[in-house]
């Protein structure tokens, strides 16, 4: 009995001399952990992380759900909209498109920056999309020349180059890092005349948010998962590392869509990046935020943007702006998140594509 009781004493006594030594194993293990994820992670806790992670999966999801009901219920609309079947609803949409480019124009002279337009190609050539480019980029050049303001086009720079060359193609249509890079470089050059403009207007220093990006983001981008890319915005809602302050050099705050904001190009590869790389006596902003067209960029300028004191504005345009006026588009990407609903010339027009698609 007694050499018994002695014996399991022993295994008592070797059991608990490991015991401490595992549970500083496992409280090592969960120190470098925590560590570890706090020097690769934004989030402070590991719940707000994951809860990042599950509702990325789900707008995921949901994003890809849009797209199959896209192309099921709205195939052929580009086509038919720049053709002869939408010149009703065309002309609708341009009209819509002017009121919203007309209260853009005021507010940029009262913000006092001079406003450009900048419109880029967006559709492969010689295919049933590229008719869009001739009427898109006459109606743009007229309404700028309506209102007095300056209008840029790059197309015949970028047609320059094979399509496959300036995109990402196959695995994508928006523009490559060398064809950001040559938009750079044209505006550069076609910003010399405007290089001594200075607003007097001074940049309100109590607003802490001036554009619509998530602040402070340092987030991979994986919507394609063949495609990931990082995200990096400042503290003030913009695509850019730096901080604005109180200008010293000549500002250019440039809206636009995801042909500016650059899906699946780092920072420093999107065209006002490079803008920025190339004339380092200009504070180049990145205020472009994907699916956006004019309802959005103007709301934005008036209710945010102008307040950084811009000298000089760029509004990047391209034929998706007034596709973009499509309900269903808006109802998608809408800044406001507001309902949007088919005007009945619209819905004549969903209804009798989508006959002829069937």
């Not at 760029?314 to 990407?333: A, E, H, R, T, W």
């Amino acid at each position: 009995m007694d050499k018994n009781v002695k014996t399991f004493s022993l295994r008592k006594k070797i059991l608990y001399s490991f015991l401490p030594l595992l549970f500083l194993m496992l409280f090592g293990e969960i120190a470098a952990r925590c560590i570890y994820f706090q020097v690769k992670n934004d989030s402070s806790f590991a719940m707000v992380r994951a809860f990042y992670v599950v509702s990325h999966k789900i707008k995921l999801k949901r994003s890809k759900s849009f797209k199959e009901d896209y192309q099921q219920k709205y195939m052929g609309t580009w086509e038919a909209l720049f053709s002869e079947k939408g010149c009703e609803l065309l002309l609708e949409f341009e009209k819509e498109y002017e009121q919203y480019f007309s209260k853009l124009v005021l507010s940029a002279k009262n913000a006092q920056t001079k406003l450009i337009v900048l419109y880029l190609p967006s559709t492969q050539p010689d295919t049933d999309k590229s008719d869009s480019e001739s009427i898109c980029r006459n109606y743009f050049q007229h309404l700028a020349e309506k209102y007095g303001v300056k209008y840029l086009d790059f197309t015949d720079y970028l047609r320059n180059y094979n399509w496959e060359d300036i995109t990402l193609l196959p695995q994508d249509g928006h523009l490559s890092r060398f064809a950001n890079r040559i938009i750079a470089n044209k505006l550069n050059e076609s910003l010399k005349e405007f290089y001594n403009y200075r607003s007097p207007l001074k940049m309100i220093s109590h607003i802490d948010v001036y554009g619509d990006l998530k602040p402070l983001q340092k987030d991979i981008c994986n919507v394609n998962s063949r495609m990931p890319y990082q995200v990096i915005t400042n503290s003030q809602g913009f695509r850019n590392i730096h901080e604005l302050k109180v200008k010293k050099r000549q500002r250019i705050l440039i809206l636009g869509d995801s042909f500016t904001f650059g899906p699946y190009l780092p920072n420093h590869d999107t065209y006002p990046a490079l803008l920025a790389q190339i004339n380092p006596k200009i504070d180049v902003v990145n205020a472009g935020i994907c699916g956006y067209t004019i309802i959005d960029e103007t709301s934005l300028f008036v209710e945010r943007a102008q307040f950084i004191a811009p000298d000089v504005t760029i509004l990047q345009v391209l034929d998706n702006d007034i596709y973009g006026l499509f309900c269903f588009k808006k109802n998608k990407f809408s800044r406001k998140r507001e309902t949007y609903f088919p005007t009945s010339l619209e819905e004549s027009f969903l209804q009798k594509t989508a006959a002829l698609n069937n």
